[in-house]
């Protein structure tokens, strides 16, 4: 039978995506630095537009009131501005800055830059094609090989491991960015090795002789390579960008509630020249009348994005009460689509609300997505979230003895022993989130 071409009637509903709708998305997704650089365009591009100043006594106040309610020792230290040289800027900066000096189109750079904001703190990248084109236009239609040059891109950037989707392919990206410091067949024979490291730990010397079909010698050679990689390549960046990242939403308690402000040092006050706007109103300059209505759009979207963020800040401030007032072995589980439903937003738009924002809380700065994640239920019945159970691993992991590391059996038990009741695997799973090599590897890695 031969198929014969048909033409068939149909109705679909699409959204469509307005100029305006545009900049709201762009800008609500920007974090405090972009955000600063859009603005500086659109003042410079744009006659009537002009910045508001805030009045001195505000900053003044800021600070009285950061010195008021964080007493205690911040994870992260705030500060005014973010220095320039490489050492003290944020991995994002340092690596949206080599995005930029590529070759890349716009649109290869903007899927690098929502990879870019996608790193876990170890440098890692998750890769979910699907929940990263939440942060792009609803109306690009990102194909997966795309998504894969751009990962291929970021991890060609410095620090080396950058992008990796485990462990060993974390090291083997680090091997061959330095492969100049070791003999090829040492090389080779380290690359082959990223990919036995169970045996590795193991300490089964005999068997990966055979498999990597090597001298012990050579074996001892590669060994020694990976231990001079570094699991977490961007480890140092991490604690260098701590220090000078600035909070963009403020939690501190009021009464018995938690309340919520923005950081005002960082709120970008635009105002339209009046005079000048009504002197190219009068006149008979549609250009000119038009700089006023982008102006006048701009001003409205800014607005718009503080709004959003602060409702997201003020669900979490009611959500996450127990982790303001007892730390993060206290977070609750939480996922987008809970936000979106009592705010009723889009997922995307709180994917992008809580991209790159910070909130100043009583144990330090932190990302607003570090509260969002999935929850396990315990011996108690109730959902304990798995950054809390990461918290408590964290603790027991870091009290480990020396030599003695803790296997994930026993992690299950000293968790089993706080009322928090999970199956090996699950520890297993976490532990790798964290970026902790499994028992046997940390003590063959010392």
């Known amino acids: 039978m031969r198929s014969q071409p048909s033409l068939e009637l149909g109705q679909h509903q699409q959204l469509a995506l307005t100029p305006q709708l545009r900049q709201a998305l762009r800008l609500l997704q920007c974090s405090t630095l972009e955000l600063e650089q859009e603005i500086a365009q659109a ?29 205690q020792p911040a994870r992260q230290a705030v500060t005014d501005d973010i220095p320039e040289s490489p050492a003290s800027r944020s991995l994002a900066d340092h690596l949206l800055q080599q995005l930029r000096t590529t070759r890349a189109s716009l649109r290869d750079q903007a899927l690098g830059a929502v990879l870019i904001g996608e790193l876990d703190e170890r440098g890692y990248l998750d890769f979910d094609p699907a929940a990263h084109a939440a942060a792009l236009p609803g109306d690009w239609d990102i194909q997966e090989d795309e998504w894969q040059a751009a990962r291929r891109l970021l991890q060609s950037f410095d620090p080396a491991g950058v992008g990796a989707r485990d462990l060993p392919e974390c090291l083997r990206l680090q091997l061959r960015a330095r492969s100049a410091q070791w003999p090829p067949d040492v090389l080779d024979c380290a690359l082959r090795l990223t990919r036995c490291l169970e045996d590795l730990g193991a300490g089964r010397w005999g068997r990966l002789c055979e498999t990597l079909n090597c001298s012990r010698a050579l074996l001892d050679a590669a060994h020694q390579a990976l231990l001079r990689l570094d699991p977490r390549p961007t480890s140092a960046w991490h604690e260098d960008a701590t220090c000078y990242i600035v909070p963009d939403v403020l939690f501190h308690r009021s009464g018995a509630r938690w309340g919520v402000s923005l950081n005002p040092a960082l709120e970008p006050r635009l105002r339209v020249d009046s005079g000048l706007a009504a002197q190219l109103e009068a006149e008979d300059a549609p250009v000119l009348r038009e700089q006023v209505r982008v102006a006048r759009q701009l001003i409205q979207n800014l607005g718009q994005r503080r709004q959003t963020i602060l409702r997201v800040a003020e669900f979490m401030a009611v959500h996450q009460r127990a982790f303001l007032e007892q730390g993060e072995s206290a977070l609750r589980p939480l996922v987008l689509r809970e936000v979106a439903q009592a705010l009723e937003l889009h997922e995307s738009t709180i994917s992008r609300a809580t991209r790159m924002k910070y909130a100043q809380t009583p144990w330090g700065v932190y990302e607003l997505k570090h509260f969002f994640g999935t929850g396990v239920q315990t011996a108690s019945g109730e959902d304990a979230s798995a950054r809390a159970i990461q918290a ?51 003590k063959a890695l010392g």
Do not use: C
């Open 392 to 442: 408590v691993m964290r603790v027991l992991l870091d009290a480990e003895p020396p030599g003695k590391p803790l296997s994930d059996m026993r992690l299950t038990q000293l968790l089993a022993d706080q009322g928090l009741v999970i199956a090996r695997r699950t520890v297993a799973k976490y532990r790798e989130a964290m970026g902790v090599p499994a028992a046997s590897l940390r």
């Open 43 to 71: 003042v410079a591009d744009n006659p009537v537009l002009e910045l508001d100043e805030p009045a001195a006594d505000a900053a003044s106040a800021q600070a009285e009131m950061l010195e008021r309610h964080w007493t």
